[in-house]
């Protein structure tokens, strides 16, 4: 089955740095990835959909210049937290699907905190 | 837009047992997906089940079924024969065509527990 990785699964890091989460599709090509959030015993929640070759689509409410999406391949997608706060600190999860599939396989998350 | 409903935050069942869990949605799309995911402890998203709206027979797979009524706009899963690493937080969600590049409308939720 398809698989999605993300990369680091753990990162904690100090107010005002930016932290950058990677997303991959390991056996598969992905035009599309989207970024969502999940705050504890909630549901995900959409930030952006992620475009390769173009710029992300955001979410209302979700600052552009804060969450910076970038998709510079078929099977990578990145995920820039700058001047990361505490009330950032979240679970990160992506998700990703063949074009024109009916299945989107999720990565296994990434746990941000930040101090 | 697309919302999603599930209206039982937490269920309990014993083990062997079978237990349902509801998920109303709301569209004016007339061809779309609707999922069934897993979420155990580790938070890695599991796709349990789908089901192509255009479809009228209910998907199963394995221990798991669905009951899908278009009409009344419902998509509840079954877990026949539960066991313990059924414990989870189960999410329906929606996804608007054929087309992985839709998002998926998650609901909100519901934590099951399976006990001994």
């Known amino acids: 089955g398809a698989v999605v990785s993300q990369h680091p699964s753990r990162v904690i890091c100090k107010s005002g740095t930016s932290v950058k989460i990677e997303c991959r599709s390991l056996?598969?090509?992905?035009?599309?990835m989207f970024w969502y959030r999940q705050f504890p015993k909630q549901s995900l929640m959409l930030m952006a959909t992620?475009?390769?070759?173009?710029?992300?689509?955001?979410e209302q409410g979700v600052e552009k210049d804060k969450f910076l999406i970038n998709h510079a391949s078929l099977t990578l997608s990145t995920l820039t937290v700058t001047s990361a706060h505490p009330e950032d600190s979240s679970f990160y999860i992506c998700?990703?699907?063949?074009?024109?599939?009916?299945?989107?396989?999720f990565g296994p998350g990434t746990r941000l905190t930040v101090l | 837009a697309q919302t999603v409903t599930q209206s039982q935050p937490e269920m309990s069942v014993q083990e062997a047992e079978t237990v349902t869990l509801s998920c109303t949605y709301d569209?004016?799309?007339?061809?779309?997906?609707l999922f069934w995911y897993k979420q155990p402890p580790s938070r890695q998203m599991i796709l349990v089940i789908r089901?192509?709206?255009?479809?009228?027979q209910n998907a199963t797979e394995n221990r798991f079924s669905v009951n899908f009524q278009k009409a009344a706009k419902s998509f509840s899963l079954k877990i026949s024969d539960s066991q313990l690493g059924d414990t989870a937080m189960y999410f329906c969600?929606?996804?608007?065509?054929?087309?992985?590049?839709?998002?998926?409308?998650f609901g909100k939720g519901t934590s099951l527990l399976v006990t001994p």
């Open positions: 056996d598969f090509q992905a035009t599309t």
């Open positions: 569209t004016s799309e007339n061809n779309y997906y």
């Open positions: 969600a929606f996804m608007k065509q054929a087309n992985s590049g839709y998002a998926l409308n």
């Open positions: 998700s990703a699907g063949e074009a024109k599939a009916d299945t989107q396989y």
């Open positions: 089901q192509e709206a255009y479809k009228q």
């Open positions: 992620s475009n390769e070759g173009s710029k992300a689509t955001y």
